[in-house]
């Protein structure tokens, strides 16, 4: 069920009367467990399946590491080796398949690559990574395995952040579905804020941007001009794409009474690209950084070429996370290159918190090399991209045009969401200015929100 | 903020464009109409039209319509003219004909809800049921903002265009609209991308909207049918060429079948249906933006276009001799 559709607004109205009529924890708990099954089986109802498989294995093996400390290793192996068999066969296999065929033909074996061509069920990637940060915590001992199966279905199936995150962790999420919750005002008040900015994120300036995207990146030689324009538009509509998603997510949370983490904060006013990824997706830079940055040495590596090679192999790996294309991991790679490069010219230290100047270049490199990753991400491949960036030069004066529309347009669209955003860092005590803004963007959502609303864009990862 | 644009919306002078429409028809008198969208708006020239028929000319035509506003000029501006004009030519792309529900919003919308007479229950049933749940049936239905919405969004992106890039560039305002869309037209995509993508959108539409036989009950196209005899215009439907097709960019599979469908069917009940889907004649080169024909590319589809309805109704229009196909 897509959050931008009236079954959606149905069905959350539905559940939200319903959930707050249930006086008992538990029947509220089974009430909800149950809403979530519907929400992520409206679409197609055999996504339930691989999603009860690995809550089953997960939950099981997270109690048997705690019972059995004696085959812990065994249980967590399990546990990680089932997570990773699912995503691998449905997101993976035909990817390194066609990719093995391609490095053996080259050597001079000629081996036709199996596909398997699966439908990729919404959300696979973060359910995955949810489910085995509780088991490794388990693991590790930082949490206490749950014997309830409804509370840790819960817990892995809660609808607002099922599809696209955030990647919640136990010790916020699944302590809330165990603890009795009451309807407060102030919380229930403060979810609207949340989901009038995410439905204008979205439903305005995502969708409005889109089609424009979608026809840039499918130009058959892209100039230059036109690829950064359109790399532009497709950093601002990932953004609020995904950041509209979770802001509607935590919104949808409140108004149940549970508080979600914060996944984006304002990235594109970083000034580094360390800082930038402290600020996006934070849920999944986070796991990255407990649960594969860190188990790989991160910043005890004793030498310096090894603690570069374990950014750039982390990021890599977390570009692959993305999407099952070279896109996605030359995406990955790119980013860990520049965070390594910034270590080694002392870019983060030296250049930002200097001056006014310095902040300014500063920030205008991240964000040029952030924009200039997305164009590579949302490229149809990885030679379309620099043949776009190296030799595509401007044949006629449209490109021109087109480019500076299309950069101009972004602007328009993102505009009231920006002067939002500087309303609330720069004057957080005038509330009539943040109201009134709020207002406006309910006033511009009824007449520049775009019809049929489409995907969003992290649904297939 | 929201009551004074519900307001301007709804102040629009809606009964005087349907009068208005009908006036510059009845001034107009003439003997052919062309309707459509903007395809038809480039793609018509209405001196080689009438050149060529020998009659007085006229095109009906909306940017960005779809079959249900083009059932309102067939009903309440063609077929309600006394005397109406001889013969009703409906041009369309791919399966446009009989998706009921395409630009029920945007400018289109709003002209829509300029042509409608006090009671259109065809639209009602055909069109805002089933394109909308009840909640925006309702909205779409009887509050103008509603409908403005997707017209909102592309007036910004043809103001920032027009108005800011364009005079900085030193680009005229007319110009830069066709400037911009030459440089994103279909013909400088990547063909696997475009059919890749056309297929995707194809497949996230109702997937009856491309199954002929289910569709055409929930068309208008029955009572167009109908409409027209009634009033007794000769409906001529033309199923025009675009830039894809001219590139020899793959349709969609569907949609190729859905073509096949509506031919049997306009065969069925004597309905001429001149497709111009294959005419090899019409080369990329005669292709502006979009799907639009050029000034030479409208002249030449217009005379094409022209003596294929002649010979399909097998009358000469300006004597009047010969048998008339319906």
Known sequence: ?461 | MLAAATWAARSAPRTTALALERALLAEAGPEVVFVGNSTTREGIDEAEAERRLGVRVTRLWTDGSGSALWWLYLKNVVAAATPPPRVCCILFRDHELTNPTLALTGAPGMQLRALMGADEPELDRLGWSAAFDPIRRLLARSWPLYSVRDSAATAVDRFVRDRIVGPLLRIAPGQAGLHYWLALSDGRMDPALLTAYQQREEDQRDTTSLDFDAQVGKSYLPEMVETARAAGVTLVLVRIRTRRDARGIPMPGRNRRFGARLGEWCAGRGVPLIDHRNDEALTPDLFGYGDHLTKRGAQFFTERLCDEIRATLGEDLATGKGPVHQ
């Open chain 1, 1 to 461: 069920m897509l959050f931008t559709s009236w079954d959606f607004a149905g069905f959350l109205l539905v559940v939200f009367v319903a959930y707050w009529a249930i006086p008992n924890l538990r029947f509220q708990n089974w009430m909800l467990l149950a809403a979530s099954c519907v929400f992520y089986g409206w679409i197609a109802p055999w996504w339930l399946i691989p999603l009860a498989f690995t809550t089953l294995i997960d939950w099981s093996c997270a109690l048997g590491i705690e019972r059995r400390p004696a085959r812990r290793n065994l249980f967590l192996a399990v546990s990680v080796v089932a997570n990773l068999a699912m995503l691998g066969t449905f997101k993976y296999f035909d990817f390194f398949a066609a990719n093995a065929a391609a490095a053996l033909h080259t050597l001079g074996w000629s081996v036709s690559a199996p596909a398997l061509h699966l439908v990729l069920p919404a959300g696979i990637s973060f359910y995955t990574l949810q489910e085995m940060s509780y088991t490794i915590d388990v693991w590790r001992g930082r949490i206490a395995a749950r014997r309830s199966l409804r509370d840790f279905s819960l817990f892995v199936t809660f609808f607002p952040q099922l599809v696209a995150g955030p990647i919640e962790r136990a010790p916020n999420l699944l302590t809330q579905v165990e603890q009795p919750r009451r309807f407060l005002m102030e919380q229930f008040l403060s979810a609207f804020p949340l989901l009038v900015t995410g439905f204008f994120k979205k439903l305005v300036i995502a969708d409005n941007l889109a089609g424009t995207v979608d026809r840039v990146f499918m130009l058959q030689e892209p100039s230059l001009p036109l690829l950064l324009a359109g790399s532009l538009a497709f950093s601002v509509q990932i953004f609020c794409d995904f950041s509209g998603y979770s802001d509607i997510a935590r919104g949808c949370a409140k108004l149940l009474g549970f508080e979600v983490m914060v996944n984006f904060r304002a990235p594109y006013a970083a000034v580094t690209l360390d800082e930038f990824w402290r600020r996006w997706h934070i849920s999944l830079s986070t796991w990255i950084r407990d649960y594969l940055y860190v188990p790989l040495g991160g910043n005890r590596t004793k030498t310096a070429v090894g603690r570069h090679a374990v950014i750039v192999s982390t990021m890599t790996i977390s570009g692959l996370w993305h999407g099952a294309a070279w896109t996605y991991v030359v995406w990955g790679a790119m980013h860990g290159l520049g965070l390594v490069a910034c270590r080694i010219t002392g870019f983060n230290r030296h250049w930002k918190d200097r001056s006014w100047l310095g902040t300014s270049v500063s920030w205008a490199i991240t964000f040029t090399w952030v924009v200039l990753g997305f164009g590579l991400f949302r490229a149809p491949t990885v030679g379309w991209f620099v043949s776009g960036l190296c030799g595509g030069g401007v044949t006629h004066r449209g490109e021109l045009l087109a480019a500076a529309s299309i950069a101009a347009t972004t602007c328009a669209f993102a505009l009231p969401a920006v002067l939002l955003y500087a309303a609330e860092r720069f004057a957080p005590r005038q509330i009539p200015l943040r109201a009134t803004l709020r207002w406006a963007l309910v006033a511009l959502l009824v007449v520049l929100a775009r019809e049929g609303g489409r995907e969003f864009i992290y649904f297939k990862f």
